[in-house]
């Protein structure tokens, strides 16, 4: 057997334990107090236009109706350029996105090692946790409040790093889930030389002893073999999208609970700096404190299923002597040659998957960020009415993220149909936000013109995220070559990151240039839309058998 139930449910209850530590800080942190913790810095220490002479501190309430967008703007100085307060986030979140870009593309070979995964998890958790923690400690009015950035900037670098650790652990996870193990063993039972050649006993790296050395080859078995290779297929596929869902709502439920507890104070404290510097850091204690049963529970040496075409080359390198240094400059030439046209098409469908995900989730976090920001600058939401969105989104996330399995399971939609449905879904959004020029001035409703649509709108979007999270990286799992699942994740985290660094610049820059940043949302809905054609595009089945029999091939042997 593969591994043992009571094995398996230590490991899986690790990875589910890092999940609920930093889930916390994406929800209460990355996309509702950090980036208005960071408008609210620079617009303590920023002035009002025309004149930049007046604090903004002196407005003590939202501007009234008549009040044009000019005479209600604050900007900061940062350096020698005045830039918009709402932008300050937003380019700080862009600075962060494309640190992180470079950071996993370095740590992609290290945390292939097994022995080194669960370190490099460890490590940036407690850059992030601890870069959050510090917000506690660096008030607004401190001559240094620029610091600030530095922490965002910290806290996101050491997120996202630890995040590709945590997600190379899914593949395996998968493989080792009872009901997959039960299936595997039927195959082996047959002697089948496909799945069972690439699912080797992740305890010792070798083929199960167990296995017959003679295949049978009579037609009957040839019949059952290709039907319980199907089964496999299918089973492997649910438990990956299983486990990553529940990860997702593991990681909303803890959200939601410290969201419920920052509550007290942000409104005790009515919204001021530190009512949401102390969110910020308590998001960092609890990612902190959880991340301790992964430390206890997560292997120091995670097993992994190479096959067979790829294990001698495996033990080779490993028999070299360690060097971080040469891993690092190796990760950069890997992933250049990994980008070659040669490569690409070995894994065209892998390639293809990458490049929606470039748009989507650029597109889903911007119009998590942007919507946020529209709330407090736009429709001038209080701090508490930010909250309860922030509560009622990953409420909904839990719901979204339980439900779509469930609908999956009884219509026998694959996990590509359910991604597009979602996408479709999530592009309403932004869409109804352009719809608001039409509406505004002439409906007392509609279009995202009122506080009331964006307490109704976090409720479906929350449903809707909530199933995209678990469903884009499990589904992104059945096209990695085994073995190799952090590098591929590092490049997925690129992908996601690269496009991110793009977006919030992007509307940073629309809402500089327009005073208004409901034109962001043009440029959201084009960006979504035009990922659909592209995901659809993926063939499953061949992007699967691709990524089993793929075999990387540097451009010189000084390379692999």
């Keep these: 057997m593969l591994s043992s139930t009571g ?13 609920f530590a930093s889930e916390v800080f994406v929800i209460v942190s990355l996309t509702l107090f950090l980036p208005i913790c ?14 930049k002479t007046e604090p903004c501190s002196v407005l003590q309430s939202p501007p009234a109706n008549g009040t044009s967008a000019v005479e209600s703007r604050c900007v900061v100085k940062i350096g020698w350029a005045w830039i918009d307060t709402a932008s300050f986030s937003l380019y700080i979140y862009s600075i962060s996105v494309a640190l992180q870009a470079i950071t996993v593309i370095s740590m992609g070979g290290i945390a292939d090692h097994p022995p080194h995964r669960k370190k490099l998890l460890l490590g940036f958790a407690a850059l992030g946790s601890i870069a959050a923690t510090l917000f506690l400690l660096l008030p607004s009015s401190s001559p240094i ?71 049978s080859s009579s037609p009957a078995d040839v019949d059952k073999k290709s039907q319980l290779e199907a089964e496999y297929q299918a089973e492997l596929s649910r438990s990956t999208s299983r486990i990553s869902s529940l990860g997702i709502a593991l990681g909303y439920g803890a959200g939601i609970c410290l969201l419920i507890v920052a509550l007290i104070p942000v409104t005790k404290l009515h919204g001021s700096t530190f009512a949401l510097r102390l969110a910020i850091g308590l998001s960092g204690i609890w990612w902190a404190i959880f991340t301790i049963p992964a430390a206890l529970w997560l292997p120091n040496s995670h097993p992994v299923s190479i096959p067979p075409h790829r294990r001698n080359m495996q033990n080779s390198a490993d028999e070299k002597a360690w060097n971080t240094r040469r891993e690092i400059v190796a990760a950069w030439i890997r992933l250049g040659n990994m980008l070659r046209w040669t490569e690409i098409k070995k894994l065209r469908n892998t390639f293809k998957y990458l490049a929606a995900w470039f748009l989507l989730s650029d597109g889903f976090t911007t119009i998590t960020s942007t919507a946020i920001l529209f709330g407090k600058t736009t429709l001038h939401m209080t701090p508490s009415a930010l909250i309860l969105i922030g509560v009622l989104t990953p409420t909904s996330g839990i719901a979204g993220s339980l439900l779509w399995p469930v609908l999956q399971r009884k219509f026998g939609w694959s996990n590509l149909k ?42 479906y979007f929350g449903s809707v995220y909530g199933a995209f999270q678990g469903y884009a ?4 799992a059945e096209l990695l070559p085994p073995g190799e699942e952090a590098r591929w994740y590092g490049l997925f985290s690129i992908t996601d990151k690269s496009s991110s660094f793009i977006g919030p610049l992007v509307v940073g820059v629309i809402s500089d240039l327009t005073g208004n940043i409901r034109y962001a949302f043009f440029f959201l809905t084009f960006m979504i839309w ?16 691709d990524a089993q029999e793929y075999e990387y091939h540097a451009a010189s042997s000084s390379t692999t």
């Design 7 to 19: 094995s398996f449910k230590k490991k899986l209850n690790g990875w589910l334990s890092y999940a």
């Design 38 to 51: 960071l408008e609210q810095f620079a617009r303590d220490n920023g002035y009002l236009l025309p004149d």
């Design 145 to 215: 409040w620029y610091i600030s950035a530095l922490l965002a900037i910290a806290s996101n670098v050491g997120f996202g790093a630890s995040i590709v650790a945590m997600n190379a652990y899914i593949p395996s996870l998968a493989r080792e889930a009872p009901e997959v193990v039960k299936i595997f063993e039927q195959l082996q039972a047959l002697g089948d030389t496909s799945i069972a050649d690439t699912d080797s006993d992740p305890d010792t790296g070798t083929e199960n002893p167990t296995a017959p050395l003679l295949a």
């Design 418 to 459: 359910v991604l597009v449905l979602l996408v479709i879904l999530a592009s309403m959004i932004p869409a109804y936000g352009c719809f608001g020029f039409i509406i505004q001035g002439r409906a007392r409703f509609g279009g995202l013109t009122t506080q009331g649509e964006m307490f109704g709108l976090a409720v």
């Design 473 to 476: 990286r499990a589904f992104y």
């Design 530 to 545: 035009l990922a659909v054609p592209i995901l659809m595009s993926v063939d499953v089945d061949r992007g699967r058998k």
